[in-house]
Nanobody
């Protein structure tokens, strides 16, 4: 069992940066693949980025590639999302998720979810 708590969201102007953090509690964090998803008002939850347990493999949505970076620190049981060059269309609630399966872009492959943190980007 893993519990996830996101932090670091906020309000930023277009072109700015934010760094999201996700702290995990529970055992065996290091064996989980981790992902970030987001959900804008009136839209479905969508994949943003994912990272395998070792941190050696990452995957990004095309819409964030080159602007966002996912990383993890297993010793701290944490995963991060560095977001640069933010755009108004990045506005959403961002969720951290964990899976005991392989790295995935599909929300239904993730067993554990945090409560989300709001990111608002003004134009």
């Amino acid at each position: 069992q893993v519990q996830l708590v996101e932090s670091g969201g906020g309000y930023v102007q277009a072109g700015g940066s934010l760094r999201l953090s996700c702290a995990a509690s529970g055992r065996a964090f290091s064996i989980y693949a981790m992902g970030w998803f987001r959900q804008a008002p009136g839209k479905a939850r969508e994949f943003v980025a994912s990272i395998i347990w070792s941190g050696g493999d990452t995957t990004y949505a095309n819409s964030v590639k080159g602007r966002f970076t996912i990383s993890r620190d297993n010793a701290k049981k944490s995963v991060y999302l560095q977001m640069n060059s933010l755009k108004p269309e990045d506005t959403a609630v961002y969720y951290c998720a964990a899976t005991q399966g392989i790295i995935s872009t599909m929300r239904y492959d993730y067993e554990y979810w945090g409560q989300g943190t709001q990111v608002t980007v003004s134009s």
